[in-house]
């Protein structure tokens, strides 16, 4: 019988891991405030604006903390923890950016949305061997992103 993997644990935060991004959203936020300003004629409904598409993507913008160990995973994310037992995962699909980990039982040609997405860790060996551990080798689907 094998041993369980060593418990991972690591933080992301995309602004600062992807700066290419984080730039881009910040010119799209600029353009729709500053559009919706100049329809409106009101830099009040600009800043409200900027502020709604901003709001969107608040993921980007804060730090996420991931824990894997015996039990499951949990994610820390705004000041909340969310645990995810290995027991309800159905299955895991391995992309360029992260992993997907698909919670429901039921397939659907979307199950993706339902799943839970996690970014590359430093060592992306070590989580795809905990995660080969606890669920088996990768899914293959066409509709995983």
């Known amino acids: 019988m094998r041993r369980p993997p060593v418990p991972l644990r ?5 602004a600062g891991d992807e700066p290419g991004t984080t730039l881009i959203l910040l010119l799209v936020f600029l353009t729709v405030g500053g559009a919706v300003a100049v329809a409106t004629a009101n830099l009040g ?28 995973l949990q994610i820390e994310a705004f000041g909340r923890v969310r645990r995810l037992r290995w027991t309800n995962v159905h299955g895991w ?4 950016r992260g992993v997907w980990l698909i919670a429901p039982r039921a397939p659907l040609p979307w199950e ?4 839970v997405y996690l970014a590359w860790p430093v060592h992306r060996d ?3 061997s905990t995660l080969g551990h606890y669920l088996g080798p990768a899914s293959k689907s066409v509709s995983s992103p």
């Open 10 to 14: 690591w933080q992301t935060w995309p």
């Open 126 to 128: 070590a989580l795809r």
């Open 112 to 115: 993706w949305i339902g799943g």
């Open 45 to 72: 409904w600009g800043l409200v604006a900027f502020v709604a598409v901003a709001l969107t993507t608040a993921r980007h913008w804060t730090t996420t903390n991931y824990e894997t160990n015996r039990e499951g």
């Open 93 to 96: 699909y391995e992309g360029r």
